[in-house]
């Protein structure tokens, strides 16, 4: 496994900023990111990722439909090697500002 990650999920009231850094760390080999979701409140903020790269980082903004209920954060990345990873956290609506960080 090469693949390496980071997301960062911000929220400062309604406003979220998911910043993510998902990537091959061994260039030189044939494992390519086949799959990437980034989910808050279900909806997927990285819609426009291809299958078949190396890289892909980014800075994607959203609203919270309602800021005072908590909002679940989930991702998912996969190779074209027999791995993947997923995970899950809660933006928590009692907060004016939380986040929640992802990483290998």
Known sequence: MS??????VFKDGR???????VRVSDISSTELIS???????????V????????????TRFSTLKKSDEDAT?????ASNAP??????????GARLRDDCTFGN
């Open 73 to 77: 954060v989930t991702f998912d990345v």
């Open 35 to 45: 799959d990437f979701h980034l989910n808050v409140e279900g909806q997927n903020l």
């Open 83 to 92: 791995w993947s990873d997923s995970g899950s956290d809660v933006l928590r």
């Open 15 to 21: 406003e979220i900023t998911a910043t993510f850094d």
């Open 47 to 58: 819609s426009d990722f291809t299958a078949g790269q190396k890289a892909f980082t980014g």
């Open 3 to 8: 693949i390496k990650y980071r997301i960062d």
